[in-house]
């Protein structure tokens, strides 16, 4: 027995070590390479040797301060105001270019805020990055809930057995298929601010009212339109995954709630959505790394501009570390990628375990 069961404990091993030795080839050992790189100031091509600077790269990235901006004042002590009224601050350039604060020295304006008649401005060492990070957040904030619930609802709708209803699920699955740099040319000709389907669409059920906006030109509707085109191409997979889900749900619990008299509420409240609660946090972990991921929709569609509006930070990574030629930019935004869905995910794993 106990020879059987070695046999078997070495025909496992000898099955898992290829396995093991592909990931620590391919994923451990790259990652502490490039946590490496980043504490130097490596570059793809350079003549000079390379130089251990320790944390000053993730310095560079995190680095960001307030500061106030008193107004300029006439000399009754009037504050003074411009053409058009608003209040006229002394240039920024002389507290990131005064030697009395040094700590500020080559950090840019990132935004500002008036305080009464003062401005606050946040200030960083790169706005880039910055912008990326926030972006980063703001596609993952609202894919990951919108698309976890468009998936939801339309395996609803799937999970019955109606004539026909293979032909509904092949067609909600088929942008998963398509390569996700098809779907982003496919897109890029939809938000065309000249003559898109989108514009053409909308001015056509507004019999011409509408007018034309360039969907990916425009600061303000970029992210926007990636994040509606990212939700659409991959709403179909989570739909498979809740779909699994529901069909695991025994059906007498909801014979017995018939017989209770639930109403449709009812059952999905107490009955499916408890059965699908280890669904729900796989659907989120799956959609919460994919978000952070985002690149191939960002290099197709805008190259992270305008105005760098659509940055993100794989697409800086990989932007810094072969575009710029930095290996070790890139490689620190890697870390602290890393580091931030790694963190991400021991808090999903965490709230888990308190709701169970």
Same mark, same amino acid.
């Given at each position: ?20 030795? #592909? ?126 619930? #468009? ?206």
């Amino acid at each position: 027995m106990a020879s059987s069961l070695l046999r078997s404990d070495r025909a496992g091993w000898g099955f898992a070590i290829p396995a093991f030795a #592909l990931i620590g080839t391919f994923i451990v050992l790259p990652f502490f390479f490039a946590f490496y790189l980043s504490l130097t100031n490596q570059r793809l091509i350079s003549p000079n040797p390379t130089e251990f600077v320790g944390i000053d790269n993730y310095r560079n990235l995190l680095g960001v301060a307030v500061v106030t901006l008193e107004p300029e004042r006439g000399d009754d002590g009037t504050v003074l105001r411009d053409e058009d009224g608003n209040i006229e601050y002394p240039s920024l350039r002389s507290v990131t270019r005064n030697d009395d604060t040094p700590q500020y020295r080559g950090m840019r304006e990132w935004f500002r805020w008036s305080s009464g008649d003062d401005a606050r401005v946040v200030i960083a060492r790169d706005v880039v990055f910055m912008k990326a990070l926030v972006n980063t957040f703001t596609f993952v904030l609202v894919v990951a809930p919108c698309q976890a619930a #468009l998936a939801l609802g339309l395996a609803l709708l799937i999970n019955q057995r109606l004539r026909g209803i293979n032909v509904f699920r092949g067609i909600y699955y088929m942008p998963v298929v398509v390569s996700i740099v098809v779907v982003s040319l496919l897109w890029r000709f939809i938000y065309d601010g000249q003559d898109g389907l989108l514009n053409n669409l909308l001015s056509g059920l507004t019999f011409g009212m509408f007018q034309p906006v360039d969907w990916l030109g425009n600061p303000s509707t970029a992210l926007g339109s990636i994040i509606v085109m990212s939700i659409w191409q991959a709403v179909g997979f989570h739909m498979v995954i809740w779909l699994a889900g529901l069909q695991t749900i025994s059906p007498t619990l909801y014979e017995a709630a018939d017989i209770e008299g639930a109403t449709k509420w009812q059952r999905f409240r107490f009955v499916t959505w408890p059965g699908l609660r280890n669904t729900a946090v796989l659907i989120l972990i799956v959609i919460t790394m994919q978000c952070f991921a985002l690149f191939a929709q960002i290099d197709v569609m805008t190259k992270g501009g305008p105005l760098d509006s659509t940055q993100t930070l794989v697409f800086q990574a990989v932007e810094r570390g072969y575009g710029k030629q930095d290996i070790s930019g890139g490689s620190t935004i890697s870390v602290l990628l890393f580091l931030i869905v790694l963190c991400i995910s021991l808090i999903q794993r965490w709230l888990t375990r308190e709701r169970t």
